[in-house]
């Protein structure tokens, strides 16, 4: 496992924009898929987003494409997840995963790291 450090969650009103940042522990992070996930209170933990190893492919839940966009920069061990358009049905503590056993997923079980989480709350 890597050590993943999730930021940037905060309070924002509906069509607000925030942007995530995970970053991780050493130097194969260009080895791992990178998602997030989020979970809504009284919700299970759903998809948000992936990228693949290299950055070649992305894939998004249908509840944010199009208002989300998941991006990595290798040299930095760092994924992030800029977030536009928020609505309240966005608000959920997030969380940034890795994984090695596939290229990229949208399963909770394709990840093997996770990191503790930060609050998005989307209110007037």
């Known amino acids: 496992q890597v050590q993943l450090v999730e930021s940037g969650g905060g309070l924002v009103h509906p069509g607000g924009s925030l942007r995530l940042s995970c970053t991780a522990s050493?130097?194969?992070?260009?080895?791992?898929?990178m998602a997030w996930f989020r979970q809504a209170p009284g919700k299970e933990r759903e998809f948000v987003a992936t990228?693949?190893?290299?950055?070649?492919?992305?894939s998004y839940s249908d509840s944010v494409k199009g208002r989300f966009t998941i991006s990595r920069d290798n040299a930095k061990n760092t994924v992030y997840l800029q977030m536009n358009s928020l609505k309240p049905s966005d608000t959920a503590v997030y969380y940034c995963?890795?994984?090695?056993?596939?290229?990229?997923?949208?399963?909770?079980?394709?990840?093997?790291?996770w990191g503790q989480g930060t609050q998005v709350t989307v209110s007037t």
């Open positions: 990228i693949s190893r290299a950055a070649i492919s992305t």
């Open positions: 995963a890795a994984g090695l056993r596939i290229a990229m997923g949208s399963e909770e079980a394709d990840f093997g790291s």
């Open positions: 050493g130097r194969i992070f260009s080895s791992y898929a």
